[in-house]
């Protein structure tokens, strides 16, 4: 008689970033303005875009989309980091844990095809500028949209789907400070290896084929950016290019670092530093790099005060 796969545990308990309560109440005000920083400046980038006209460009609509799911991502795990700084004990259910861990895996997966999406934008604006109204139309953005959300969707089930084919017997401590897919198979009582299996094929595929995407885009960018002969124009495109890739690099980087490798070989402490980064730090810089920095966004930005101080 073939055996159910039922989850004996109910509950798990987050162990959070450290157990040193010296540390506890510091960290807590840390993350606390990381994530106000994050939902601040996300929001306002949101706002600003949706208020100006003259942002209703392909560039400003990936940007809106970053900025929604960097919102929404930081907002799946932050606020149960944060109770753990001040509670002894972080629980989570079980239900709310696999929810946790799909919305996470989506968000995820989406920022990676939105920042390709960015970077075939910016190549096409440098390389094929005369193409560009052509090349980067509101139906070929959309479907670029569509598409990144599909493969959020396709990639979150199946993680998702995985890790709930599992069973949990005893052991419900997370040792870490969100339900990721690494710490939570870990835990299982029954055999991972096609967890592991999934995750190295589909993480291998959002995180491989997404960077040699954005390395081909920049080679070409690059290329047309030696050809300019105005020592200005060079700088300009160089620094804004630079901004780009160091967000992508501290993404995708922390991403394959945690990811792209067996669960048995990865350290812990090193993989929870990296998932700081790519759930903490990269949604709160990419407002600054990506938009605050740019004229177009600070002129949006007096625009939209002036006409508030205007009409009070």
Do not use: W
């Amino acid at each position: 008689m073939a055996t159910e796969n039922f989850s004996f545990v109910t509950e798990f308990i987050l162990v959070g970033i450290t157990d040193h309560s010296d540390l506890q109440l510091p960290l807590f005000f840390l993350f606390l303005a990381m994530y106000i920083i994050t939902v601040l400046g996300n929001l306002g980038l949101i706002t600003l875009i949706g208020l100006n006209s003259h942002l209703h460009t392909p560039m400003y609509f990936f940007l809106f989309n970053l900025s929604f799911i960097d919102l929404c991502y930081s907002s799946v795990f932050t606020p149960k980091m944060l109770i753990k700084f001040l509670s002894k004990k972080n629980i989570i259910s079980y239900q709310g844990c696999m929810a946790q861990l799909y919305f996470f895996c989506f968000f995820a997966i989406s920022e990676c095809y939105v920042l390709t999406s960015m970077a075939y934008d910016r190549y096409v604006a440098i390389c094929n500028p005369l193409l560009y109204n052509i090349a980067m139309s509101p139906k070929v953005c959309s479907k670029l949209m569509f598409g990144s959300y599909l493969m959020a969707f396709s990639g979150a089930m199946a993680h998702t789907g995985c890790m709930l084919r599992l069973t949990f017997c005893d052991a419900n401590i997370i040792n870490h400070y969100c339900c990721d897919i690494l710490p939570l198979l870990q835990l299982s009582c029954t055999s991972t290896y096609v967890n592991e299996l999934v995750v190295f094929i589909v993480c291998g595929i959002n995180i491989i084929v997404p960077s040699l995407t954005i390395f081909l885009s920049y080679g070409f960018i690059l290329s047309s950016i030696l050809h300019i002969n105005s020592t200005e124009g060079k700088f300009k495109a160089f620094s804004t290019c630079s901004s780009h890739i160091i967000a992508i690099l501290l993404f995708f980087g922390s991403c394959a670092f945690m990811y792209l490798q067996p669960s048995s070989a990865a350290s812990m402490d090193k993989g929870i530093i990296s998932s700081i980064i790519y759930t903490n730090v990269v949604p709160m810089m990419n407002p600054l790099i990506y938009s605050l920095r740019n004229k177009d966004v600070k002129f949006a930005l007096r625009k939209t005060m002036h006409r508030r101080n205007f009409l009070s």
